[in-house]
């Protein structure tokens, strides 16, 4: 749990500074319910990419941007998406935390024209924080194609602040937007935020609790609603009070007296907090029931028939599971099919460079050492990182962000949550589990959908069972070689099945670990599950290939490139420094004490080292064991499959050295880049251990059990 | 006035209203926060390919719920669709 609210409250203290560093603009939150297109409409305002998917809860750190209107500079603070400022979970608490504490100048509320009643829970809860509210009802476009008619004018006079009417996606009403902002923040506009009236228990209890808060709080509003808080929930509250005003309002005589007697009376006149919170978000939602029925009009009663009738093909008994596995089949056949011609173009561009740098070396005479560690070493590494890696995921990342934006992704989530609950996990992992497939880094990332603390840390740690596309080129070469390599006419079937058969062993392994795992050392973790399946909308295809590109595929190149580099240089004085007194390379060295101990394994000590050395990318496991293998000292690349299968034949491989290297590659540490990932994610140094541990015991385990059966029986 | 079903018992296609919240804690907050409070109409659209969770429509969203968080809410029946 702890790793959880580290997280949230760095991001506040972090935003507070800024806020304090930034003496030349105003600071403007962004709030509102998850998959409003809040992240949008960040994005046309700030003009930063962030990026926005069609599934609750995808910012959870809170992102900012800035931007200038009308001479003015803004900084705009992007927080997470909740439903509610209850502090249920750390999203919720760190918006809550940053509209109370961090004191923006104004606070924009995004809510959905489609589903607005819901949204106006959050609305009127951040009412009761602050006073300078922009509310901005955002889908417009969408609400008026249901034929969803909303009075806004009306709802701006029930609710006392401004309200401004939106469709983000097409840039309708952003200006306006802009000069409402303005407007409240420099107190043009002063506004009169509907006051939510509690029952007369709730309003007397404020009525004592208040004077004596707002001896120590200057904010008249602030102390109202932290008097409502009290009366929910005292202790972890006065803490976070007293941490954000600097102030230990615990010690003041006068709250602690107060707050004894109103304990006091609770007990005596035999009241429960949980009663006092109902009745607190009953209130809410009626005022929250009696706008919407006063602002909103139907012109059709089943307005979101159509949505309901798409979904009774995707997610039903019959077609469900079967459509979701065709379509990420055919995702992945299209990655793999598609990345060959650019990866090979690549490589030979870069590759040409290579040559190039070369040429430049002799001619200054770089010496012969210098030249191999940085161009044959470093760049070579680099560019091989590159090549192989780039092209699948610039196929993979945008056909995967169109069934994002679709919202078919919580279906999917939907159709496959029966199988994680057995495994104590989040139905949501299945789409992370998905973006494993593409990069495990990505994977990682992803896992931040999931708003349970226990299951996004078992989501987390499992990813790296799903084979990534680093790992795909490998799997099928030993496949075809290997296990299918006698099937003739069928070698390419048979190959696929291999590769099928490895893809459910992963999921079978995932789903196994994760039950393990919460019931081990995630035990007594935190868990929830919420799932909304929101309205199909429109793919933006342009706007899903830059986001895409961006955001996944350069973000994970560039971690990549981080980790690559180092290693290249590593890689090729291991191979080019010699020592004893057969003057064999280090990797010759490490290869031989392995060896005994890969024997074990079905493997052997080269195939190991190559693990161990591929821990930048796993790319480059084949390439490095080729080129322990034929000696060379720097590395390459064979193209036949033939020529592969003579090399690694003539290596005593036979078809269980392939399978359990199979297995391994299936079951080992997470590459660099993964590791780095979960090392941010969690803001932790115990779970990259974990998430290191589990699989690589889970591979030698595998492995051991596979080739000591297998020898046991004489199969080979 | 009928008897109050446990929500996830409410087949799907038909409709019911919230009566009662037995979940405790966090799970009734985020419960309520998700507008499931006394007198709140709710439809049960599907169950899962494989059973749970099921959909429910209310308030003009749908969100799945698991049969344990379901369970946990009482609601009465009021009609199914032809």
Known sequence: ?716 | MGSLIPLHQLSPGSSGIVKKLTAQGNERRRMMDLGLVYNTKIKSLQKSPCGDPIAYELRGVVIALRSESASQILVEYLATDE
Not at chain 1, 240 to 253: P, T
Request: aromatic residues 8%; hydrophobic residues 45%.
């Open chain 1, 1 to 716: 749990m702890d790793f959880h609210s580290k997280s949230a409250i760095g991001s506040v203290k972090e935003t507070s500074l800024m806020y304090q560093n930034c003496v030349d603009g105003l600071v403007i939150a962004l709030a509102g319910n998850p998959n409003t297109g809040k992240s949008t409409i960040f994005n046309s305002l700030t003009g930063l990419n962030q990026h926005t998917g069609n599934w609750p809860g995808k910012t959870v750190a809170n992102a900012q941007g800035r931007y200038n209107h009308k001479g003015n500079n803004y900084n705009l603070i992007d927080l997470p998406g909740t439903y509610s400022l209850a502090a249920n979970s750390p999203e919720e608490e760190i918006a809550r935390d940053f509209i109370c504490f961090g004191r923006p100048q104004a606070t924009v509320v995004v809510a959905d024209a489609t589903t607005l009643e819901r949204n106006l829970n959050l609305v009127l809860q951040i009412m009761e924080i602050t006073d300078k509210v922009v509310v901005c009802v955002n889908l417009l476009d969408e609400a008026g194609r249901k034929g969803i008619h909303i009075d806004l004018q009306r709802l701006s006079s029930l609710l006392g602040v401004p309200v401004i009417g939106t469709s983000a996606r097409t840039g309708v009403g952003l200006n306006e937007l802009q000069d409402t902002i303005q407007d409240v923040a420099s107190g043009k506009i002063t506004t009169k935020p509907l006051k939510v009236h509690y029952n007369s228990l709730i309003e007397d209890l404020v009525s004592k609790i208040e004077p004596v808060i707002s001896l120590c709080i200057k904010d008249k509003f602030i102390s109202r609603w932290i008097s409502l808080r009290l009366l929910e929930n005292q202790d972890p509250f006065l803490e976070v009070v007293g941490k954000y005003l600097a102030k230990d309002i615990c010690s003041e005589k006068d709250i602690l007296h107060t707050l004894t007697q109103l304990e006091q009376y609770l007990v005596q006149n035999n009241i429960g907090k949980d009663e006092l919170c109902d009745s607190m978000v009953l209130e809410i939602l009626k005022n929250a029931e009696e706008i919407s029925a006063a602002t909103i009009s139907y012109a059709k009663q089943s307005y979101n028939q159509q949505d309901r009738q798409i979904d009774n093909i995707l997610t039903s008994r019959l077609f469900g599971i079967p459509i979701m596995i065709s379509l990420l089949g055919l995702i992945l056949w299209i990655t793999i099919e598609g990345a060959n011609y650019p990866s090979q173009a690549l490589t030979i561009g870069l590759f040409w460079f290579e040559e190039k740098l070369t040429d430049f070396c002799l001619w200054v005479n770089c010496p012969n050492w210098l030249h191999g560690a940085l161009v044959l070493g470093v760049y070579r590494t680099l560019a091989w990182v590159i090549a192989v890696m780039l092209p699948p995921m610039a196929i993979f990342f945008p056909l995967f962000t169109i069934l994002e934006d679709l919202g078919y992704l919580p279906r999917v989530a939907f159709n496959l949550d029966n199988f994680f609950k057995k495994a104590c996990a989040h139905g949501k992992q299945a789409l992370t589990m998905c973006m494993g497939l593409g990069c495990n880094a990505a994977g990682v990332i992803a896992c931040r959908i999931i708003d349970s603390p226990r299951e996004r840390l078992i989501a987390t740690i499992t990813n790296n069972f799903v084979p990534c596309n680093g790992r795909f080129p490998a799997l099928i070469a030993l496949a075809m070689i290997f296990i299918a390599g006698s099937a003739g006419q069928y070698q390419s079937v048979l190959a696929v099945l291999t590769i099928v058969a490895l893809i459910v062993l992963g999921i079978v392994i995932t789903l196994t670990v994760s039950k393990l795992l919460s019931h081990t050392i995630l035990k007594g973790m935190p868990s929830s599950f919420t799932l909304e399946l929101p309205p199909y909308r429109k793919p933006q295809i342009g706007r899903i290939i830059v986001r895409s590109l961006y955001d996944r595929t350069l973000f994970v190149l560039g971690r990549a490139v981080m980790v690559a580099a180092p290693a290249g240089l590593i890689i090729w004085i291991m191979a080019n420094v010699f020592m004893g007194d057969n003057e064999i390379s280090i990797i010759q060295y490490g290869a031989n004490v392995l060896d005994p101990f890969a024997r074990y394994l079905g493997l052997d000590g080269f195939i190991l080292i190559a693990f161990i050395l591929g821990f930048p990318a796993n790319e480059i496991v084949i390439p490095i064991l080729i080129m322990a293998y034929m000696s060379t000292g720097q590395l390459i690349e064979i193209n036949s499959l033939e020529s592969l299968r003579e090399l690694f034949v003539s290596h005593e491989w036979t078809w269980l050295t392939a399978l359990c290297t199979m297995l391994f590659f299936l079951n080992h540490f997470p590459c660099g880049t993964t590791l780095l990932t979960i090392c941010k994610e969690t803001q932790s140094k115990k779970w990259p251990l974990v998430a290191f541990i589990v699989p690589t015991m889970t591979g030698i385990i595998l492995c051991f059990v596979v080739a000591q059966t297998v020898r046991l029986l004489g199969w080979a």
